[in-house]
């Protein structure tokens, strides 16, 4: 298999408007190579949906999802550019899936990486730099460790870099990308909340045994 240099992703990039991640995977899958690898690209509907991404999406709904037992509830909102697409069976597929994958993550925070603030990014590197496996290491190479280690940790908290549980072969984002390949529109997921029954509530808890003893000694 070719190697898979900066430059060939570059290029594959330039051809197909694709992102560096995508276009990655693509030449990762075609053993390197250009057309298969545009081809892989324009199967996935990816390609496409990257060119679609600055136009406006101001359409869409608003999807709900309850757990079984009703316990963890989820809203969110994925728009899309037209009213027509918001109601087709693709579109509303696609905000069941994310809305489902959503309660299956509860330590997912945020849409993307990108919407992570400075501050959460500033807290998690404080953490990794005081761990004691890097105690002794020289600096340059404890920073790259921790700069790997905070990449990794603030995937984990954004929805898009998810894999979708019913395929783990693709990412959530990819998944989006896909149905906007498929249906020709800009879409995005723009926000959610996740419920979870009981969550942020103190419960008092009593000392059965220990009421008892002291009812005996009374």
Partial sequence: MAEITAKLVKDLRDKTGAGMMDCKKALAESGGDMTKAAEWLRQKGIATAEKKSGRTAAEGVIGSYIHTGARVGVLVEVNCETDFVARGELFQELVRNVAMQIAACPNVDYVS??????????????????????????????????????????????????????????????????????????????????????????????????????????
């Avoid at 105690?135 to 998810?162: C, D, F, N, S, T």
């Avoid at 549980?165 to 390949?181: L, P, S, Y």
């Fill in 113 to 218: 990486t990108e919407e992570i603030p400075p501050e959460v990014a500033e807290r998690e590197k404080a953490i990794e730099m005081g761990r004691d496996d890097l105690a002794g290491k020289k600096e340059e190479m404890k920073v790259k460790i921790v700069e790997g280690r905070i990449g990794k940790r603030l995937k984990e908290l954004a929805l898009l870099e998810q894999a979708f549980i019913r395929d783990n072969t693709i990412t959530v984002g990819e998944m989006v990308k896909q149905a906007a390949g498929k249906t020709g529109e800009n879409i995005q997921v723009r926000r959610f909340s996740r419920f979870t029954l009981g969550e942020g509530i103190e419960v008092e808890k009593s000392d059965f045994a220990a009421e008892v003893a002291a009812m005996g000694k009374a």
